[in-house]
C-alpha cells in the first residue's frame, strides 16, 4: 500500500488544526490543505478566541465535554511554554455575570476551566444589575498568530498548501484517497447542508492595555475580551444575516453595552471592527460519509458546524476527525488484502 | 490674630465697627472667626512629593479646609513625579504577607484598597492609573493565609491543576486585587491640589529648622528613605530593590513568588501593568546605590524566564533602582519642634517600605486626623485666650 492521500478542505482553525493532527498522528499519510481564504482573511481571525462554549442541543453533553477538555488541554500546555506569544495562547481571568441567576449555575464546562467558583458579593458589586456571577480562568487563542504558528508546524511535518476554491468534492476525487472537510459554512453548497446556517456577529476592537480581565454577561450578547494588542468588544447573534460588513448602529449599540459593565472603557481608543458568520448547526457534524465518484468510493470526514465554538473545539474535534481518518486507512488496508 | 496672606476671602458683616487704627484686613479675619465659631488659619508645609506627601496634602485639604480658613499647604520636594519612588513601584496592591501583630498597618492597608475600589467604575479610574487585576502568589510549602485575605477580592487556594503551571511550587493562593500606578496617579493627586491652590516648590529643605523658622504651623514629613537626612533614625533603613520593565502584552496575571527564609521582594516577581510588565526580586538591605547593576539585572531576568518561560521572547525595555524606605513600622506621629520662640508641630508619615502605595490612604487618613488635634489645640489655646 503505498501513501495514503488526504486532502484536508478549508484554512481556518478546524481545517488547518485537523490537517496538523493527520499529519502528525498518522506517519503514512501525505497531507495537503486546500482553501481559498488563509489568515487573515478566515472566519477564525477575527474570533476573540477566548475558549469558552454554549452547549449543542443536538450533540451529547460528554462528547462536546471531551472536545473542550482536548482542547484546553492543548492550548493550556502551549500557555504555558516559551511558544505561548507567537502562538497567540495565553490564560485569562474574569466573570461571566447574569442579571438574573441561570437555571445552570454549575455548567457542564466548570470543572474543565481553571478555579471555576461563583462570585462573591464584594466581586459583584461592581456589577450593580447583576445578581448572579461565575469566576474563573480560562484560555485565549488568537487566530492571526495561531492559524500561522499552525501552518508552520504543519509545513514542518511536511504537509503541503494549496491555494484555491474547492466547489465539488467530485474534483478532489482522483488525486485523493480520502477527503476532510472542514469548510464551515461552505458545506452549504459544498455538502448541501439545509441543518447549517449563519449567525452574524460583529465586533469592535479598541485600545485599552489596563483591562486584564474578560467580562461576559450569561446572555452571551454582550462581552469584553482583552487580548495582546487590543482588547475585543462584542457582539450580536443574529440569525441567517449574511452581511459581513459592519452596521453603525450594532456598533454603537455593543459599545454602550459594554461600557455599562466597565466603565473605563469610555477612555478606550477604538481601533477596528469586525464581522464573521458563525457556521451555526443544532449538532457538530463530525462523521464519515462515503462519496460516490463515478464507480469509486471516496470517504469524506465531515468536521464542521462548529458556530461560536471553533478555537474552544477545534483541537478535540481534529483529534476525532483524525482517528475516523485512521479508521478509514485501516479498512481500505484490510479491503486491499482480501 | 495673624492675617496669613492676602488669599484671604471673607465677607464683611453689615454694620460691623472698625475700630480706630487697627488695619481692616486684621478685623475682617476676626470679624470671620466671630461669626464662624473661631476658625482658626494654618500654614501647612509638606515635605515630599511622592504617593504619601501628596496623598497627606489632599487628605487634610479635603477634610478641613471648610473649618480651617485660610488653609495654605505648601508641597516641598525636590524630586517629582516622574522621578520618585513611588513612580518606580510596579503598583500592585499587596502588604507584606503577615502583619506580626501590627493591626494598624492591616487597617490601613484595607482602608487604601476599599478607597481605590470606589473608584473602579468611574471613567476616569485610567487617569489615576487605577485597574483590576487578579494573580497567583506562589509558596514551596502550606503557608497560613495574609493578613489582608478578606481585603482583596476572591481570594482562594490555588487547584492542583493550577500549580502544574509553576514546578517547584506545592502551594498557593489566588485572588483579585488592585493596581495603583504611580505614573498616572502622582500626576493626579497634583491635579487634584493644584485645583485648590496648593503650590509646589521645586526645593530641597535642608532642616525642619528652616521651615519653623518662616512661620510654618505644622510640618507634614513624607521623605521616604531621606527622613534620617532631617532627624536621624537608626531604624529607617534602604530595601534596595531593582526592576526590568518588558513587553508582554499576552501576560494577564501578577505572579509572585515567597520564600519565608530569604523574605519578601527577595524571590522572582512579574506584574503586569497598563503598557509594560514589570519584573523583580531583589531586596538589599543597606545597599544605597540608586544604579541598576548587571547582576542583578541577569538574575531577575532569568529567574522570571525560568518562572514564565513565555518571558524569554519579551523585549527589555527599562531598568531600573529603588530604594525601599523600611522601617520596623511606619512612623506616623506628631512631634514637636522648638526653635527658640519659633515652634511648629511636625506630622510624620514615612518609612513605608515596599508598599507605600498599598497604604498610603489609611496613612494620609491618620496624618488628617493628627492634623485635626493640632487644630483642636490650636482652638483651645485662642478660646483660652478670651
Not at chain 1, 105 to 133: C, I, N, Q, T
Not at chain 2, 13 to 35: D, F, I, N, P
Not at chain 2, 49 to 63: E, Q
Request: proline share 5%.
Amino acid at each position: 500500500m503505498g501513501r495514503v492521500r488526504v486532502a484536508v478542505v478549508g484554512a481556518g482553525v478546524v481545517g488547518l488544526s485537523t490537517a496538523l493532527c493527520i499529519a502528525e498522528c498518522i506517519p503514512h499519510c501525505s497531507v495537503t490543505v486546500l482553501a481559498d481564504k488563509f489568515s487573515p482573511d478566515t472566519g477564525s481571525d477575527g474570533a476573540a478566541g477566548f475558549v469558552y462554549v454554549n452547549k449543542f442541543p443536538d450533540t451529547p453533553v460528554d462528547r462536546q465535554k471531551r472536545w473542550l477538555k482536548d482542547t484546553f488541554d492543548h492550548l493550556f500546555s502551549i500557555s504555558n511554554s516559551s511558544e505561548a506569544p507567537d502562538a497567540g495562547v495565553y490564560l485569562i481571568s474574569g466573570w461571566q455575570v447574569f442579571r438574573d441567576p441561570p437555571s445552570e449555575k454549575r455548567p457542564y464546562w466548570s470543572d474543565v476551566v481553571l478555579g471555576f467558583r461563583f462570585m462573591s458579593d464584594a466581586e459583584l458589586e461592581k456589577f450593580p444589575k447583576h445578581k448572579f456571577g461565575q469566576a474563573f480562568t480560562s484560555l485565549k487563542c488568537e487566530c492571526p498568530l495561531y492559524l500561522p504558528w499552525l501552518e508552520k508546524r504543519f509545513k514542518n511535518a511536511n504537509g503541503q498548501v494549496q491555494r484555491g476554491r474547492v466547489t465539488d468534492f467530485g474534483q478532489l476525487c482522483g488525486n485523493y484517497d480520502i477527503i476532510v472537510n472542514c469548510t464551515g459554512l461552505g458545506s452549504l453548497s459544498l455538502a448541501g447542508d439545509t441543518d447549517l446556517h449563519p449567525v452574524r456577529g460583529q465586533i469592535l476592537k479598541v485600545q485599552a492595555p489596563w483591562l486584564k480581565h474578560f467580562i461576559r454577561d450569561g446572555d452571551g450578547l454582550t462581552y469584553i475580551f482583552p487580548g495582546i494588542s487590543s482588547v475585543t468588544l462584542g457582539g450580536t447573534r443574529q440569525k441567517d444575516d449574511c452581511r459581513l460588513t459592519a452596521d453603525p448602529k450594532d456598533r454603537s449599540d455593543m459599545f454602550e453595552r459594554c461600557c455599562a459593565l466597565e466603565p473605563s472603557l469610555k477612555k478606550s481608543q477604538v481601533l477596528t471592527e469586525w464581522v464573521g458568520l458563525r457556521p451555526t448547526r443544532g449538532g457538530l457534524r463530525l462523521e464519515k460519509e462515503m462519496f460516490q465518484h463515478g464507480s469509486r468510493q471516496v470517504p469524506i470526514i465531515h468536521n464542521y458546524g462548529h458556530g461560536g465554538g471553533g478555537i474552544s473545539l477545534h483541537w478535540g474535534t481534529a483529534l476525532e476527525a483524525t482517528q475516523l481518518v485512521k479508521e478509514c486507512i485501516g479498512n481500505r488496508y484490510l479491503a486491499s488484502n482480501l | 490674630m495673624r492675617c496669613s496672606s492676602v488669599k484671604d476671602i471673607v465677607t464683611l458683616k453689615e454694620g460691623t465697627k472698625l475700630h480706630r487704627g487697627v488695619k481692616s484686613a486684621q478685623v475682617l479675619t476676626w470679624e470671620s472667626c466671630q461669626e464662624n465659631n473661631l476658625k482658626t488659619d494654618m500654614r501647612v508645609a509638606v515635605i515630599g512629593a511622592g504617593v504619601i506627601g501628596l496623598s497627606s496634602a489632599l487628605c487634610i485639604l479635603d477634610r478641613y479646609r471648610s473649618s480651617v480658613t485660610p488653609l495654605i499647604i505648601e508641597v516641598y520636594a525636590d524630586q517629582y513625579t516622574p522621578l520618585t519612588t513611588s513612580d518606580g513601584a510596579a503598583g500592585l496592591w499587596q502588604p507584606y504577607l503577615y502583619d506580626k501583630g501590627n493591626v494598624q498597618e492591616t487597617k490601613w492597608n484595607k482602608e487604601t484598597f476599599d478607597y481605590l475600589l470606589t473608584y473602579i467604575n468611574d471613567p476616569d479610574s485610567i487617569k489615576m492609573g487605577i485597574f483590576t487585576q487578579s494573580g497567583y502568589n506562589l509558596f514551596t510549602e502550606p503557608t497560613p493565609d495574609p493578613s489582608w485575605r478578606d481585603s482583596v477580592l476572591g481570594f482562594r487556594h490555588l487547584t492542583p491543576q493550577e500549580l502544574d503551571m509553576f514546578p517547584g511550587y506545592s502551594y498557593g493562593w489566588f485572588n483579585t486585587a488592585l493596581m495603583i500606578e504611580g505614573k498616572s496617579y502622582l500626576p493626579w493627586l497634583m491635579d487634584r491640589l493644584r485645583e485648590q491652590g496648593v503650590i509646589f516648590f521645586h526645593r530641597k529643605i535642608e532642616s525642619f529648622r528652616e521651615l519653623v523658622d518662616s512661620g510654618v504651623d505644622v510640618i507634614v514629613n513624607c521623605t521616604g528613605i531621606r527622613a534620617g537626612e532631617l532627624q536621624p533614625d537608626q531604624d529607617l533603613k534602604p530595601g534596595r530593590g531593582q526592576i526590568l520593565k518588558v513587553e508582554a502584552p499576552w501576560l494577564k496575571h501578577f505572579i509572585i513568588t515567597n520564600d519565608h527564609k530569604t523574605g519578601v521582594y527577595t524571590t522572582p516577581y512579574i506584574i503586569p501593568g497598563s503598557r509594560l510588565v514589570t519584573i523583580g526580586g531583589i531586596f538589599q538591605l543597606g545597599n544605597w546605590s540608586q544604579e541598576s547593576n548587571s547582576q542583578d539585572h541577569q538574575k531577575v531576568w532569568e529567574s522570571c524566564s525560568k518562572l514564565v518561560p513565555s518571558l524569554k521572547h519579551a523585549r527589555i525595555v527599562d531598568d531600573w533602582a529603588g530604594l525601599r524606605p523600611v522601617r520596623s513600622k511606619v512612623r506616623l506621629e506628631r512631634e514637636t519642634l522648638e526653635y527658640g520662640a519659633a515652634k511648629s508641630e511636625v506630622i510624620h508619615n514615612y518609612g513605608h517600605g515596599g508598599f507605600g502605595l498599598t497604604i498610603h490612604w489609611g496613612c494620609a487618613q491618620e496624618a488628617a486626623n493628627l492634623f485635626g488635634k493640632v487644630v483642636e489645640e490650636k482652638r483651645q489655646k485662642a478660646t483660652s485666650r478670651l
